[in-house]
């Protein structure tokens, strides 16, 4: 048997000890992280009346659950599915609706922790997809920036954007703006809306807003969502370029993608498909347009465009969670004005049906609202389950007809 040298004993018996403080002061560290990066807690507060209280409850507690299933402390953002394996970073056309569904919830209760949640959530959204380098300005060198659906590492001058997503995340970034009035918000809106006015008009085609910085094709739905956000931009802060540049869009569409025979707009000057989520943003420009202008037959021209968009898509709509979630919740931004209770009804019969169809075992809202499999989006995405959440949050922000007084703005289009 050996002696130990001197000196070699103590460090033998430190050496253990020292790596499990290393050890635990690592896993502390991760931990602390995780919670750093995690979401705040799922909203909660406001006492509403009636079926307010219930769409309320009913958005708190899918918040809770996307958090829950989709958010990933890893990558500090939300995978877009919940297979292993395609748990990839959720794009933009994922994400909005949960953006969307924050909002309607601080709408309907604004408490300093909605506020909050608005703003983690606003704060990352432009973190994650804001890229300097993409939107080639045309005859330029010059690339004005804007929201792309790429992952941080993949950003550049060749990424591939899309003008509408820029237009659906530019108007939940008005609405963050309105919610908190923190301003980096409506700078981030006027992000968005640059990005479609510069990089988006198809000067050398005709006109019109291209879909993507691919220039696949023109998109109504691009230039519907562009001209309700430049209209509400407009409404709040009066920069008359925001209203030239709306007034551009809306003449363009009229001239170029108006179906005269249903009063509706088209999907692109070759594609006459209809759909109800390029209706309601064009309604929100012409009440916001109304409001700021003063020119009643713009009102008039938007309540003309919503009873068309019924009697085309009324009832049971089926286009899929992620695209009549936009269709209701502008349609609800327009009854906020008017009170016309058909847009109330609409939304509300239709959450309804994904309430009673919609539902998994988990609590999760990964079907069409006929119980069918939601179209265009894998079984387990999390932009169905959100774009249902958001329907219920901005029911929950919606005073019922019964109780809304006639003539009176429960919000107003865009204040």
């Known amino acids: 048997m050996f002696n130990n040298p001197v000196g070699k004993t103590g460090r033998r018996r430190l050496l253990p000890a020292l790596l499990g403080t290393l050890l635990l002061a690592l896993v502390g560290s991760a931990l602390a992280a995780q919670v750093a990066n995690a979401p705040p807690p799922a909203p909660r507060g406001g006492s509403l009346p009636g079926n307010q209280q219930k769409y309320l409850q009913l958005a708190e507690q899918g918040v809770q659950n996307i958090n829950r299933y989709w958010f990933n402390s890893r990558t500090d953002w939300y995978n877009d599915r919940l ?6 970073k959720a794009p933009i056309w994922t994400t909005v609706h949960l953006f969307s569904a924050l909002n309607g919830i601080a709408e309907a209760a604004p408490t300093a922790a909605n506020e909050r949640a608005v703003e983690w959530f606003a704060d990352r959204a432009y973190r994650e997809y804001w890229d300097p380098q993409v939107g080639h300005i045309p005859h330029t060198r010059k690339h004005i920036g804007g ?14 954007a899309f003008f509408d997503d820029n237009g659906w995340l530019g108007l939940a970034f008005l609405e963050a703006f309105r919610i908190t009035r923190v301003k980096r918000y409506l700078t981030y809106a006027d992000d968005a809306f640059q990005f479609i006015a510069q990089a988006g008009w198809a000067s050398g085609d005709g006109g019109g807003v291209w879909w993507d910085t691919h220039h696949v094709s023109r998109s109504s739905e691009s230039i519907s969502s562009g001209s309700a956000l430049g209209a509400m931009l407009y409404y709040t802060t009066r920069r008359r370029s925001y209203l030239q540049t709306t007034q551009k869009f809306i003449s363009w569409a009229n001239a170029h993608i108006w179906d005269a025979k249903n009063g509706l707009y088209m999907r692109d ?13 064009f309604m929100v420009a012409y009440v916001s347009l109304c409001q700021t202008t003063k020119n009643d037959t713009l009102c008039d021209k938007a309540e003309q465009l919503g009873n068309s968009a019924l009697a085309q898509f009324s009832g049971a709509l089926h286009h899929g969670p992620q695209y009549d979630a ?14 016309n209770a058909a847009w109330y009804k609409l939304a509300a019969d239709n959450a309804q049906r994904a309430l009673a169809n919609s539902q998994n075992k988990q609590g999760l809202f990964l079907k069409a609202w006929d119980g069918s499999r939601a179209p265009d989006a894998p079984t387990d995405s999390m932009k169905i ?3 249902t959440v958001s329907v219920f949050a901005w029911l929950a922000a919606a005073t019922p007809p019964a109780a809304a007084p006639t003539g009176t703005p429960g919000g107003g289009v865009s204040g």
């Open 147 to 160: 929201f792309d659906p790429s992952t941080r590492e993949n950003k550049g001058p060749r990424a591939h």
């Open 83 to 88: 297979a292993k394996g395609q748990d990839g």
């Open 385 to 387: 389950d959100a774009a």
């Open 269 to 281: 000057v070759t594609s006459p498909i209809l759909m109800g989520y390029v209706q309601s943003p």
């Open 326 to 339: 936009e269709y209701l919740h502008w349609m609800l931004e327009v009854y906020a004005h008017d009170h």
